[in-house]
């Protein structure tokens, strides 16, 4: 009896906590789709945040949301929710859409896994983390069931076919008015006519907003329920998984692409490290941008053979891979210097300052896998490159990155060979409106033009709710 009492109480506490974080999105996040990610602020920290909190409490086996044992990924995730609060980083807001996510899904399914200390990460953990995501949408109508059976009276044959046909009924309308009947009207004339008599019906009993609301607050309220609970379930974990490489086969590979690699690089020695850019911006593009993609993508590609023979083949194999991984940093270095010059003389943007990074994660992991060859116990290599991404990804995320592209830029300008155009700098928010209007003062002809970026950034901070600002955003409405 006590045990079904506990199970009721921790239902009703889910139900309470999720409904809860739905009505907070409903209230303070309806919309910002309309303004893109101007009204996303302190209210999507709060969001995120109290999220994160709820599914670790709730849903973790391990109920202390600051053990030890998991501070290793929460503290990123942390991070990478308050960063919202912070910045107005167009960019780094946009990429959260996937990252968080992704990253959410995997650690939360690291930290519930039986054996999470020990697991080697590989295809079935892989596996496991899709088998976790799909449970997810398994637990739907189980949530919807547990919602209508805490709100009626204790079940006999006849509530219960009642509950299930309620629940059937429910996911119908969701599914149907928001998927089903929109991609339909799509497909056909005749259907989005009659589509649109049914919402404009819908219409003369509710408006539209607060019945896409009520539909929206449905759809998050029962989906949080049901990833909360899922991670409350177990979920068929496989053994650690020992698959050997045929060495023959790797061996092949590895020496014919080193062969390519050690050819590519003798003949293009003197191109590789260039010193200087041409004038012609196209042929720039093509000798750096070009080539850096080229280059970087090797790199990924490199990583992967690396993942598939360490410690699957013999040493021969094993020590061909090792020089495979030193040709594959020479590779990385050369796109890296390509970069360097077209930075330092056309500036950075968004995409050459994040291209920049993500070279330096690649360095970083190619050197830390070039250690482990000298090593004889076997590295967890998955696990150790998803945390190696989750950390400088967070890092990144929380770091005054506009703030380094505007000063670096106004600093890189100077050189007399220089090609920036201070210009492209109104890519940037309002991050850098402050440092945007001191420079007009102090050098009004090289920021001439900029006075419609900065009257914009301004009435889009005006524009703001309070709850929408971030602490760039009372920093420059406090100076």
Known sequence: ???????????????????????????FLWGFFDREFLALGINTS???????YATVKLGLRQRKFFAKENLAWIIPLLLIGTSFAIYDNIFIKGTNFLAIPIFTLIFLSFAVHKNHNTVRWGTKFIIYVIERAAQILGMIPKSVHSVIAILTPKENAKSNIVKRAVIGTILFIIIGVTIIIPLLGSADPAFSSLASSFYSWI??????????????????????MSLISSFQKQVTEQGDEDNKTDSLIAGIVLAGILVLYIVFLYLQIERIWISDLPIDF??????????????????????????GCYKKTNKKVQNILLGFTAASLLLLASAAWRMGLYVFFYGFSYQKFYASYTVIFCAILLLWLLWRMFKHERANLLKTTCFLLLWMYALIAVMPVEQFIFRANNALHTKE????????????????????EKSQIENPELFDGWDSWVE????????????????????????
Do not use: H, P
């Open 46 to 52: 709060i969001f995120l945040i109290a999220f994160l």
């Open 203 to 224: 219409g003369a009993f509710i408006d539209e907003q607060t019945f896409g609301k009520i539909i929206v607050f449905i759809i998050l309220f029962i989906w949080i």
């Open 1 to 27: 009896m006590n045990n079904a009492n506990n199970t009721i109480n921790q239902t009703s506490i889910i139900i309470a906590v999720s409904a809860g974080i739905a009505l907070f999105w409903i209230i």
């Open 456 to 479: 914009k950034k301004r009435n889009d901070i005006d524009e703001k709710k309070w709850y929408e600002m971030n602490v760039s955003n009372i920093f420059y409405i406090s100076k």
């Open 417 to 436: 060979d220089s090609r920036i155009n201070m210009y492209e700098m109104t890519m940037l928010s309002s991050d850098v409106l402050c440092l945007a």
């Open 282 to 307: 196209k042929e720039t593009e093509s000798l750096v941008k070009s080539g850096f993609w080229q280059l970087f993508i090797l790199t990924i590609l490199n990583i992967g053979f690396f993942f």
